[in-house]
């Protein structure tokens, strides 16, 4: 069964910083959210900042500010739909890797990879 792994920075020479047989969906790739999650010491606020620049909001914490950034990759997809199609096609039975920390076990997972996996494997309209 696919799953979503984290991408990490090799830190030993010759090590993998992608599991192997994961496809990548992070930024820089056409899977990448266009929303990202910043944090900012001035304003001691987690910012949701579009690609373009944009600051969309600012939460308390972390999760929210995740929560907001898959909710709008999911309407960036539904406005996207061949983007959707795409990922149907190209993703189905492939483990996904993003950035971003895979929950522990009954947690959420608030990231985009973890959408596109369903997505890929039907249970995401």
């Known amino acids: 069964m696919p799953a979503r792994v984290q991408r990490t920075r090799p830190h030993v020479k010759g090590q993998q910083g992608m599991p192997t047989g994961s496809k990548y969906v992070g930024r820089g790739s056409k899977w990448g959210n266009p ?54 096609r190209e993703l189905a039975g492939l483990d996904l890797a993003c950035w971003c920390a895979v929950p522990e076990a009954g947690e959420t997972d608030h990231c985009h990879a973890a959408v596109l996996l369903r997505l890929a494997a039907g249970g995401e309209n």
Do not use: Q
């Not at 999760?63 to 997809?77: C, K, M, P, Q, T």
């Open 35 to 88: 929303t990202r999650v910043v944090y900012d010491r001035r304003t001691g606020g987690w910012h949701a900042v579009h690609d373009s620049g944009s600051n969309i909001g600012t939460w308390p914490t972390a999760a929210e500010a995740r929560r907001f950034a898959v909710e709008s990759y999911r309407a960036h997809l539904k406005a996207n739909p061949d983007l959707a199609d795409t990922a149907c």
